[in-house]
């Protein structure tokens, strides 16, 4: 299932790369939700791929509502998981054979997708988490943000807390327990990391497949991310967009409603603290 607005070429790029791979003795259907684009690519899409169940939005979905939607759909026709996937992503031809190898280790559990840059000097996007630092909300990965990537110094399962939605596998019962992805107070970014939180807090284990791994154009992941190249009033006035990655009020709801009831003292300085952190990974020499 992939959601997308105004990305005709990449989303296409997603769909022949999926068109090509026939898993044995799995029916795979392929849900598009298009969110009220205007560049043709609803059209692109019916005229090449018959077979894509697609769903149309208004173009005020954004990615929680557009990903509801589209998970919604897959229940009501009887699917049994969920693969979300983004439509600014590649990934090499044996990328559903090994995700689905690490969901047969774990069959119960949220399985995630290893994200790696798409450049030529690769680096790792997000590997996994172990927790959430309390003092200052900072996650504790597996790995530095941006980190050189070494393909094989990386193999197994790995447990982590959070889980980005680009190659992200959920079973459906899943929705059933403990409901859809937060789409009012997180209408475009947290909502995947806030939605493996709360499976987790309801018994629900999630795990990040180092042997399936997606392949992300970093330069398009994320509208006031502070690692593209924007001015510093740019910056700024990202901080109160709605449809930003370093909204002020959404970060500091969902790290709010996640960290322990014994560190909400803590919260004003934790807040100050995540501000700080948006402010000097803005001024960080690496800029795509």
């Known amino acids: 299932?992939?959601?997308?607005?105004?990305?005709?070429?990449?989303?296409?790029?997603?769909?022949?790369?999926?068109?090509k791979?026939?898993?044995?003795?799995?029916?795979?259907?392929?849900?598009?939700?298009?969110?009220?684009?205007?560049?043709?690519?609803?059209?692109?899409?019916?005229s090449l791929f018959s077979d894509v169940i697609i769903i149309e939005g208004d173009g005020n979905w954004w990615w929680t509502r557009s990903?509801?939607?589209?998970?919604?759909?897959?229940?009501?026709n009887g699917s049994d998981a969920v693969l979300l996937l983004n439509d600014d992503i590649t990934f090499d031809s044996n990328y559903l054979e090994n995700i689905l190898k690490s969901i047969e280790k774990e069959p119960d559990a949220i399985i995630g997708s290893l994200n790696v840059t798409e450049e030529?000097?690769?680096?790792?996007?997000?590997?996994?988490?172990k927790k959430i630092r309390c003092w200052d909300g900072k996650l504790q990965r597996y790995h530095t943000f941006l980190s050189l990537y070494k393909k094989n110094n990386l193999s197994g399962?790995?447990?982590?807390?959070?889980?980005?939605?680009?190659?992200?596998?959920?079973?459906?019962?899943?929705?059933?327990?403990?409901?859809?992805?937060?789409?009012k107070a997180l209408?475009?970014?947290?909502?995947?990391?806030?939605?493996?939180?709360?499976?987790?807090?309801?018994?629900?284990h999630s795990f990040i497949s180092w042997?399936?791994?997606?392949?992300?154009?970093?330069e398009t992941t994320g509208k006031g991310s502070t690692f593209t190249r924007q001015s510093l009033f740019a910056f700024c006035i990202s901080l109160f967009q709605k449809k930003s990655r370093t909204?002020?009020?959404?970060?500091?709801?969902?790290?709010?409603?996640?960290l322990p009831l014994w560190s909400l003292p803590l919260f004003p300085f934790t807040a100050l603290m995540i501000l700080m952190r948006h402010f000097f990974l803005f001024f960080k020499e690496r800029k795509y």
Not at 1 to 19: A, G, Q
Not at 67 to 76: D, Q, R, S, T
Not at 159 to 180: A, E, T, Y
Not at 188 to 202: E, G, P, S, T, W
Request: proline share 3%.
């Open 1 to 19: 299932m992939i959601p997308t607005f105004n990305r005709k070429d990449s989303i296409i790029h997603v769909l022949k790369l999926l068109e």
């Open 21 to 46: 791979r026939v898993i044995k003795n799995i029916d795979l259907s392929i849900i598009v939700i298009v969110d009220g684009s205007t560049d043709g690519t609803l059209e692109a899409i019916q």
């Open 67 to 76: 990903v509801n939607e589209g998970c919604k759909a897959a229940l009501k």
């Open 120 to 129: 030529k000097e690769r680096r790792i996007y997000f590997s996994g988490a």
């Open 157 to 183: 399962l790995q447990k982590s807390i959070v889980l980005p939605g680009r190659g992200l596998f959920i079973p459906s019962w899943v929705f059933k327990k403990i409901g859809f992805f937060d789409e």
């Open 187 to 204: 209408p475009q970014y947290k909502a995947d990391y806030d939605f493996v939180l709360r499976a987790n807090k309801n018994n629900i």
């Open 211 to 218: 042997d399936s791994i997606i392949f992300s154009y970093v």
């Open 247 to 258: 909204n002020f009020f959404q970060n500091f709801l969902y790290y709010k409603r996640h």
